[in-house]
């Protein structure tokens, strides 16, 4: 089979598929020969000189952190709240499938939160820490799907062990070279991942960290039953909304020409596993718009 890997394009009828992949990631390696679905290369080497087991403990002690700032600034969302109670029903859908991209996520304790900001942002933390800011819902008036791409997204960045992966890089280089050999056993490896905690809230991934995310995230969402032509609506939405001072979640997801197109080049992949998805029993909306008139 390795010839598959060898970035020769194949053009057996299994592969025939693959010859239309956006180029943008041209010659990586498939996941799995043969699967249904987006294609994206194998994962960094980096994220193995840090330990997922690590940087799950640190994220998980900085999002329980998080949380208890914004409960003391009566800005964490309770659960009888409209829009957790619906964060949490479409989480539910997508988390099952997340297990194939990561076998750690079977067993990760994964969280939603919502968080009374305007901002626009969201993210999900290694271990399956998710947060929503309010702004983003309410700015972006998202609906269902458009929620489950952004959940995908964030949610492929964990599951990719992106920031394992960008820490892996920066202990590197904190650490230097002439030790790496030495890190098999971690040691300070550990201490130094631990110090890194607090960099897990604003990291900045890779353009490429970011196409992967785009990928399995309309992929996740397709395949727990949401319409993946929403990844092309809520990128509108975003660069709509990134004009005059860029939000947060912009300057780290730049929604440019190239990051839609790549993503209807992928919409055929996605579609047929959507089509076949059971749809949500229930749908929710965005909450009002903040200059609507009532309640
Ligand atoms: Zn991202």
Request: charged fraction near 20%; charge should be positive.
């Amino acid at each position: 089979m390795s010839e598959h890997l060898s970035g020769t394009p194949c053009r057996c009828a299994l592969h025939a598929r693959r010859l239309f992949t956006s180029g943008l990631l041209a010659g990586a390696a498939s996941l799995a020969l043969g699967r249904e679905g987006v294609d994206v290369g194998r994962q960094s080497s980096f994220s193995k000189l840090v330990s997922a087991d690590q940087i799950e403990q640190a994220a998980a002690a900085q999002y329980k952190q998080m949380r208890q700032q914004a409960a003391q600034q009566k800005a964490l969302a309770g659960d009888d709240h409209p829009q957790l109670i619906r964060l949490r029903a479409i989480a539910k859908r997508i988390i099952p499938h997340t297990y194939e991209w990561n076998e750690r996520a079977r067993n990760w304790s994964w969280e939603v939160s919502l968080l009374g900001s305007k901002e626009l942002n969201a993210f999900c933390m290694p271990g399956g820490k998710i947060a929503f800011y309010y702004g983003i819902l309410q700015q972006l008036q998202l609906n269902d799907d458009e929620v489950a791409m952004i959940m995908g997204h964030e949610s492929a960045h964990a599951l990719r062990e992106h920031a394992r992966e960008r820490m892996g890089k920066t202990a590197a280089t904190k650490i230097g070279a002439g030790v790496l050999s030495q890190m098999l056993g971690l040691g300070n490896t550990g201490q130094t991942v631990l110090g890194m905690g607090g960099e897990l809230l604003t990291l900045k991934f890779s353009r490429e960290d970011e196409s992967e995310a785009d990928l399995i995230g309309i992929e996740l969402a397709a395949r727990a039953g949401y319409d993946p032509h929403a990844g092309v609506t809520l990128w509108n939405k975003m660069a709509q909304a990134s004009k005059g001072a860029p939000p947060q979640f912009m300057s780290t997801h730049p929604s440019g020409p190239t990051r839609i197109h790549d993503i209807e080049v992928n919409l055929p992949k996605v579609q047929p596993l959507y089509q076949r998805a059971e749809r949500p029993a229930q749908r929710f909306g965005p909450p009002k718009p903040a200059n609507s008139s009532g309640t």
